[in-house]
C-alpha cells in the first residue's frame, strides 16, 4: 500500500510529465547571452511553482552583479519541522546548447516521447531530476499538509558555465543556508533498474592556454621559416602535457592522488560493467585508451585527467589562405581526483607549460573556472536513509559508485557550509548528456520522484 504522497504522485503523474515538457520547451542555454531572457523566463516559472505547491519565501536572487549580471538563483523554504534535520535541494534549470541541431531525430526544445525515453536537450540533466524534487515536495505537501523534515531549494541558471553565481552566494550568505545534509540528483544509475548513489566527484581545472608569435599575421611564404608559428608551438607544448600511455606528465602532477580503498575496488569489480559493450555503445572508438594498469573504471572514477576541447584560431574557412597567425589558444582541462587541488595542480599545469613552450613564443595560461573534488562517506546517517528509501522502492540493494564528473556545487556545500550531499541520480548512461538526442527514462522518471519521496520520510524520521 503506497503511502499518500506516493499514491498522490502516481494519480498526477500524467500532469507532472506535462508540466515537465513545458519546462523543457524553453531554451534555458546558459551559456548563449542570447537565451538569458529564457533563463530568467524558466527561473520565474519554478519560483511561481514552489509557491503554488506550498514552499513560503519563494524568490529569485541576482547572481553576478559584479560581472555584469548573471542568471538567477531560485530559492523556496519551509522550515517548520521542529527538531527534524533541514535539508537544501539543489538543482539547475540551465541547459547546454544543441548543437549539432542536424543530428537530432526530433527538435530538442520539443519534448518527445519516444520507446519509453522523453527526448530533450535538459531532459536528463537537469531539468527533469531537478523537477523531481519539486513534484516530491508538492506530493508531501498536498497529501500530508505539511513535510516530514525542514526544507530549503536552491536552483541555479550557471551550472553549465561553471556556477559562479552561486558559488558566490553559498560562500557568503552560509546563514540563510543553514541545513544539515543536501540533496543533488544530477548523477546516474550504474545500470537500468539498478538503484545508485554517487559517493564521490572529480574536481576540474579548465583552462585556456594562448600562444603568440608575431605582433601580426604573417605570409607563410614571405615569413615562414623565420617566423615562430603559434599553432606550431601549441601543439609541441601540448604533446609535452601527456605521453601516448595517457600519463600525464607534468612534475608532481599525481603527488597528491588518494588510491581507492580495497574496498572500494572490489565493490566495483562486482559492478555489472561490460567493457566491450562500454567501447562499443557508449564511446563508440576502436578501442580504449589511457593509463595502464588501471581499469576502465578506475580511470574514469579515481585517477585524473588532461584534456584538450578545442583549438580556435588561424584560418579555418573554405579554400586555403596562408598565414602564419599571430596567436593560437587551445582549451585544456583537468580532471581532479580526492586529495587534490585546483589551486595547487593548476599552478604546476602552468610552470610546466611556460617551461616547455618553444623559443620564439609568449605562453599565457588562464584558468577559467574550477570545481573541487569530493568523496563522501558511505556510513553517514542521510546515506543510509537513501539506501532504505531506494530498497523500498526498487526492491534492489544500493550500489555506491564515483563519477568521473564534475558537479561544483557539491564542493563549495561542503567548503562554506559542512554539508555532506546526498547525489541520488536517475539518468542512465546512454542519456547522451552534452549530446544530439538527450533522453530521460520516463519510468525512472516516474520511480525518481517516489524515491525522493520516500528519502525525504526517511530522512526525517
Known amino acids: 500500500m503506497p503511502s499518500p504522497a506516493v499514491a498522490f ?38 519560483a511561481a511553482e514552489l509557491k503554488r505547491i506550498g514552499m513560503e519565501n519563494a524568490r529569485l536572487i541576482e547572481t553576478g552583479l559584479e560581472r555584469g549580471g548573471g542568471h538567477p538563483l531560485v530559492y523556496a523554504d519551509w522550515l517548520h519541522a521542529a527538531g527534524k534535520p533541514t535539508v537544501l535541494m539543489y538543482g539547475h534549470y540551465d541547459v547546454q546548447p544543441a548543437d549539432p541541431l542536424e543530428e537530432w531525430h526530433t527538435p530538442p526544445f520539443e519534448p518527445t516521447e519516444r520507446n519509453g525515453n522523453l527526448y530533450a536537450r535538459g531532459a536528463v540533466d537537469d531539468k527533469g531530476q531537478m523537477y523531481m524534487h519539486v513534484k516530491a515536495l508538492e506530493s508531501l505537501l498536498a497529501a500530508d499538509g505539511k513535510l516530514p523534515l525542514n526544507v530549503r531549494v536552491l536552483l541555479e541558471g550557471e551550472e553549465e ?5 552561486i558559488a558566490a552566494y553559498v560562500a557568503t550568505k552560509p546563514a540563510d543556508l543553514k541545513a544539515d545534509f543536501a540533496l543533488v540528483s544530477d548523477t546516474e544509475l550504474f545500470a537500468a533498474g539498478l538503484p545508485t548513489l554517487c559517493v564521490g566527484l572529480r574536481g576540474m581545472i579548465y583552462t585556456e592556454l594562448e600562444v603568440r ?3 601580426t599575421d604573417l605570409h607563410s611564404g614571405m615569413y615562414g621559416g623565420a617566423a615562430p608559428n603559434p599553432f606550431v608551438a601549441l601543439a609541441q607544448i601540448i604533446a609535452g602535457l601527456k605521453d601516448r600511455e595517457g600519463k600525464i606528465l607534468i612534475p608532481g602532477f599525481y603527488d597528491d592522488v588518494e588510491a581507492p580503498s580495497a574496498e572500494e575496488l572490489a565493490a566495483w569489480k562486482s559492478l555489472p560493467f561490460d567493457e566491450e559493450h562500454y567501447r562499443e555503445t557508449e564511446v563508440g572508438s576502436k578501442e580504449l585508451v589511457g593509463e595502464a594498469g588501471y581499469s576502465v573504471l578506475e580511470r574514469t572514477w579515481a585517477r585524473p585527467t588532461l584534456e584538450v576541447h578545442g583549438m580556435p584560431g588561424g584560418f579555418i574557412g573554405a579554400g586555403a589562405k596562408t598565414v602564419i ?20 595542480a593548476f599552478a604546476q599545469y602552468k610552470a ?16 577559467i573556472h574550477q570545481g573541487d573534488p569530493c568523496l563522501i562517506p558511505v556510513d553517514n546517517p542521510y546515506i543510509q536513509a537513501a539506501t ?6 526498487w526492491g534492489k540493494d544500493t550500489v555506491f559508485i564515483r563519477s568521473g564528473g564534475s558537479i561544483p556545487i557539491v564542493g563549495d556545500l561542503d567548503r562554506h557550509l559542512g554539508l555532506p550531499s546526498v547525489m541520488m541520480g536517475f539518468g542512465l548512461p546512454d542519456d547522451n548528456l552534452h549530446a544530439p538526442n538527450e533522453k ?11 524515491s525522493v519521496i520516500g528519502f525525504l520520510a526517511e530522512a526525517g524520521k
Do not use: W, Y
Request: charged fraction near 25%.
Open 161 to 165: 558555465v561553471g556556477g559562479e553565481g
Open 352 to 367: 610546466f607549460a611556460e617551461k616547455i613552450a618553444p623559443a620564439g613564443v609568449d605562453v599565457n595560461v588562464r584558468l
Open 9 to 46: 504522485a502516481q494519480e498526477n503523474h500524467p500532469r507532472f510529465l506535462e508540466e515537465l515538457k513545458d519546462l523543457l520547451r524553453i531554451p534555458s542555454i546558459s551559456t548563449l547571452p542570447e537565451h538569458a531572457a529564457d533563463c530568467r523566463k524558466t527561473a520565474e516559472k519554478l
Open 325 to 344: 597567425p599571430a596567436k593560437a589558444t587551445a582549451k585544456i582541462s583537468m580532471r581532479l581526483v580526492p586529495n587534490m587541488t585546483p589551486a595547487k
Open 440 to 450: 530521460f527514462n520516463l519510468e525512472n522518471f516516474r520511480l525518481g520522484i517516489e
Open 213 to 215: 608569435g608575431a605582433k
Open 388 to 393: 532504505k528509501a531506494l530498497h523500498a522502492v
